[in-house]
């Protein structure tokens, strides 16, 4: 799985807004919006979610240790 980048600032906006609706059910909307891509063929759709998925799971990641503060 590839790091997301600056490059992915609309996965970012998009993550963001997902967990401004929907709290702690953020990751799971995505998932849930992931499957019903994937089960309707298009792939490029699943794939933009699941770039958010990621985002949405770094927007709520704790600290990893030895990890410093910007």
Known sequence: MRELSML????WRAAQVM????GPFAKQRACA???ELLACGD??????????????????R????GERLN
């Open 62 to 65: 704790g600290r990893r240790p």
């Open 19 to 22: 967990f401004e609706q929907y």
């Open 8 to 11: 992915d600032s609309d996965a």
């Open 43 to 60: 792939s490029a759709g699943a794939a933009v979610w699941q770039m958010i998925e990621r985002a949405i799971d770094e927007l709520t």
């Open 33 to 35: 919006r992931v499957d």
